[in-house]
């Protein structure tokens, strides 16, 4: 590069041109320099030859004319000298203006993230309790009668809404009794007393529930057990208190039908009944929790009745009752699988954790996940944020799953097993968790929920089945050959089907008995021989569910 | 006479490239050479020039550097690379063809005109 040695002598208006090229060039200084020196030599020689200060005036003016623009100037040789540039220098330029549009949009990323914030717009709360409340006379609800006697019960522990199985005598033998480790008849007579004296005082309780399952339906009012304060979900906070008070009365109900059963077999069968009439209640409601709650206590009240009819002398009359009350019962079918809580759970939750969608939105915020999934550490929470997929993707494979959930509760165990259907947990388990974190916090373990259900259908139509038979012994002197005998007698409408086949429940006739099973998961008939342990065959060593002889599987609760 | 810029922009190159393929030259020293051998018709307008020659070099078309002139003074001078040959030949060639069209068509005297 050259070294000028000083500027040449040259008109004012020049050098103030030149410099005003310079200036707005806007490029590296040796380029400037380079360009300096190249102009001033081109003017100092075109003016060499000029005789006096007028003429390079003037001449010096003419050539700053055919120059032109200054700033055209400068941006056509700017331009001339980046593309001189050489290749490495052009990289290192494009690098460096790549980093800095990286921090830039780095910058503006997380401004954006961070200044984010969700704005709910549907209160799903109110739109639940809309959506779930019947159009029949208040009059004919369960609910206020439920709550009395979850009150009473809940007085006798003011700090709880339930019992202190492990806080006094009378509450271990009652835990005991609701875990079957004894049946009530084999207490001994101090604990028999305690038991008896624990019923007394919660009798009242019990008294109340019973004329609730009276009523035709079940409606309360659901609400938010967060503070309001926080961006909690409305839904995922859902107060649902009053489901362990209540399964506590259930077992009430089945201690105060054992304990009637050898005096009045009819007045436990009424108990039962009741039970299983509450439990229907619950089945009848959108959220999932407490629909199981309500398959258990029915559960519970079949296999009470199962028992009382093995144990208890029963006239054809109480039969008959007994047959007209499960029939009446499920006149309107059994209530499916509810998903409605769920999913507006779902969607509430989205709503409160994410921004609004759109160009621009829709992502995770930190803070209300942070709640929502229960992480402490603010790092964590972030990191899973940033990397955690979009409110439009999240909301699509939510539904996704909700959906193949819907189609695969209705299906039985049998249909589930033979068509190797693809479970709601495998789904979730193929989703890049870092990406839907917020779908494994939320979604309930779907895939036995169906199961659930299909048990308590099979076991409530066994009950009515085992019903049918001891009145077919009452007709005809003997048990049927067949169940097929039952249907042409008009004792049952049809065979009960055994959801683990897509069969008829399997019954054999013995010598003086009869064996109704059902072939359980395991999905092979082991000849009607029960596992004690694993009594639905979940595990390997499970065998069959045995309805009939009662021993075993009337003594679950669970 | 001054040329239309759009006219100009085509041609300045070809002929940055001729003169340079007579010796290397500097700025002004360029800008007078052709100025001279188009005599006088061609002024390649001064800010036009450094661009042109910038744009070159960038090209790898003209080579520049730093050398002292007969006057024992740096100037920048400019000289025409072989890939700045093989382009002149080939940008010569054609727009000896165009001009013998365009004088065709403005039907010049048959001198002009492509045997």
């Known amino acids: 590069m050259s070294e000028h040695k000083g500027k040449p002598d040259l008109p004012g208006n020049i050098t103030t041109y030149i410099e005003n090229i310079l200036r707005r060039m806007r490029y590296r200084r040796s380029a400037r320099r380079e360009v300096e020196t190249e102009l001033l030599d081109h003017f100092e020689d075109a003016l060499h030859d000029c005789a006096d200060r007028e003429q390079r005036k003037k001449l010096a003016e003419e050539m700053i004319r055919e120059f032109g623009d200054v700033k055209t100037l400068a941006r056509l040789i700017r331009r001339g000298k980046i593309r001189c540039r050489p290749w490495w220098r052009t990289a290192c330029v494009r690098m460096v203006q790549g980093v800095c549009l990286l921090i830039v949009t780095m910058a503006l990323y997380v401004g954006w993230f961070f200044l984010g914030r969700p704005a709910p717009a549907t209160d799903y709360l109110a739109k639940m309790n809309r959506l779930s409340r019947p159009s029949i006379s208040d009059q004919d609800n369960a609910w206020p009668l439920y709550k009395k006697a979850i009150e009473y019960i809940a007085r006798s522990d003011p700090d709880q809404a339930g019992f202190h199985y492990e806080s006094d005598e009378p509450m271990k033998t009652v835990a005991k009794l609701a875990k079957r480790d004894i049946s009530f008849e084999q207490l001994s007579d101090t604990e028999r007393q305690e038991v008896l004296q624990w019923m007394e005082k919660n009798a009242p309780a019990w008294e109340y529930f019973r004329q609730g399952s009276d009523k035709s339906y079940y409606y309360r009012e659901y609400k938010s057990g967060g503070d309001g304060k926080t961006s909690t979900p409305m839904l995922l906070s859902l107060s649902l208190s009053c489901l362990s008070p209540l399964r506590d009365i259930a077992l009430l109900g089945i201690f105060q039908a054992q304990r009637q059963a050898h005096q009045s077999p009819r007045k436990a069968m009424e108990t039962c009944l009741a039970l299983a009439r509450a439990g229907w209640h619950m089945q009848t409601r959108p959220v999932l929790i407490e629909f199981l709650t309500g398959v258990a206590i029915h559960r519970l009240a079949m296999n009470e009745c199962i028992r009382i009819m093995a144990e208890c002398p029963l006239s054809e009359r109480d039969l008959m009752y007994l047959q007209g009350e499960l029939i009446r019962m499920r006149a309107q079918g059994y209530p499916p699988v509810p998903m409605d809580y769920d999913r507006m759970a779902f969607y509430d939750t989205v709503q409160h954790v994410f921004t609004q ?48 959930f819907g ?145 075993e599987a009337a003594f679950q609760t669970k | 006479m001054k040329f239309e810029r759009e006219l100009l922009k085509g041609v300045a190159p070809v002929v940055v490239l001729e003169v340079l393929s007579r010796g290397r030259m500097y700025g002004y020293e360029l800008s007078e050479a052709i100025r001279q051998r188009s005599g006088d018709l061609l002024n390649l307008g001064r800010g036009t020039l450094y661009p042109l020659l910038y744009n070159l070099e960038a090209k790898g078309l003209v080579a520049a550097e730093w050398d002292e002139n007969e006057s024992k003074r740096k100037r920048r001078y400019y000289s025409i690379t072989s890939e700045g040959m093989d382009q002149l030949e080939r940008q010569k060639h054609q727009w000896i063809h165009l001009q013998q069209a365009v004088s065709m068509i403005f039907e010049l005297a048959p001198a002009l005109r492509p045997a």
Do not use: C
Request: no cysteine.
């Open chain 1, 357 to 404: 969608g759109g160009p621009g939105g829709g992502h995770l915020v930190p803070k209300p996940f942070s709640e929502v999934a229960e992480i402490s550490e603010p790092a964590v929470s972030i990191l899973a944020s940033l990397a955690h997929a979009g409110r439009d993707k999240t909301l699509e494979k939510g539904a996704e799953i909700f959906d193949h």
């Open chain 1, 407 to 551: 189609r695969v509760a209705k299906m039985s165990p049998w249909q589930r097993h033979t068509m190797q259907i693809t479970t709601a947990d495998d789904l979730l388990d193929s989703l890049p968790h870092y990406r839907y974190s917020l779908l494994m916090v939320l979604l309930p373990a779907l895939d036995r929920v169906g199961e659930h259900r299909f048990r308590m259908i099979a076991l409530d139509q066994a009950t009515e089945t085992i019903q049918a038979l001891q009145l077919y012994r009452m007709q005809k002197g003997g048990y049927p050959e067949t169940l097929q005998a039952l249907v042409a007698s008009g004792l049952i409408d049809s065979i009960p089907q055994d959801p683990y086949s897509d069969q008829p429940l399997r019954y054999r006739k013995t010598e003086n008995d009869f064996v109704l099973y059902s072939i359980a998961g395991n999905y092979q008939d082991d000849g009607g021989t029960m596992n004690p342990e694993d009594q639905w065959a979940r595990n390997e060593n499970g065998r069959d569910y045995v309805f009939w002889p009662a021993g």
